[in-house]
């Protein structure tokens, strides 16, 4: 199995609104609504932030919203505020009882 | 609150074999809904899912380690383990267990164990 394709950095200024692809095939992304979406703050756990592609966990602001089509999730910040600055990584179920993750986007707050 | 603890030696012989175990507290690991993982992140690298295991001991694993990896566990203890053989230095990381919803996402993480392989 192929790790998830994510860009490797995004960036935006405070206020405004950025996205971040995940490209997987139809054998995760694609067939399934398993996609999830973590964040990582540096020498921290991952957190949960997105999980079956557009649902939120409880605490999680509704600045942070998630989307599919095709082979491609999504995930994208409203409003950045500079706490967003962080590593995010996509996650999917793929067949045969698999999962994999997406490489990793670094995301800049300007 | 749920919570995991990662345990087990983190310095490792290269050749030998990585043994963790993940304690569970504020909840039983004795559940038809969620299932318990492993998961490790290379220095400076993302994510990789390792093995996945249910407490009636069903497990899958991730095909590129399948020949590596044992995930296991002890219900007495609420526990589940991870064993890793034949390390090389590209097995350095940091590896976490959490708890894994049936709708594939990890929801609880332990705070990560750093793994050394070095002679």
């Known amino acids: 199995q192929s790790a998830l394709t994510q860009p490797p950095s995004a960036s935006g200024s405070p206020g405004q609104s950025v996205t971040i692809s995940c490209t997987g095939t139809s054998s995760d992304v694609g067939g399934y609504n398993y996609v999830s979406w973590y964040q990582q703050q540096p020498g921290k756990a991952p957190k949960l932030m997105i999980y079956?592609?557009?649902k939120r966990p409880s605490g999680v602001p509704d600045r942070f919203s998630g989307s599919k089509s095709g082979n491609t999730a999504s995930l994208t910040v409203s409003g950045l505020q500079a706490e967003d600055e962080a590593d995010y990584y996509c996650?999917?179920?793929?067949?045969?009882?698999?999962?994999?993750f997406g490489g990793g986007t670094k995301l800049t707050v300007l | 609150q749920l919570q995991l603890q990662e345990s087990g030696p983190r310095l490792v012989k290269p050749s030998e074999t990585l043994s963790l175990t993940c304690t569970v507290s504020g909840g039983s690991i004795n559940s038809i809904i969620y299932s318990w993982g492993w998961i490790r992140q290379p220095p400076g690298k993302g994510l990789e899912w390792i093995a996945t295991i249910f407490y009636s001991g069903s497990s899958y694993y991730n095909p590129s380690l399948k020949s590596r990896v044992t995930i296991s566990v002890d219900t007495s203890k609420n526990q589940f383990s991870l064993q890793l053989s034949s390390l090389t230095a590209a097995d350095a990381a940091v590896y976490y267990c959490a708890r894994r919803s049936t709708a594939a996402y990890f929801d609880y993480w332990g705070q990560g164990a750093l793994v050394t392989v070095s002679s």
């Open positions: 996650s999917s179920y793929a067949v045969n009882n698999n999962l994999v």
């Open positions: 079956e592609v557009t």
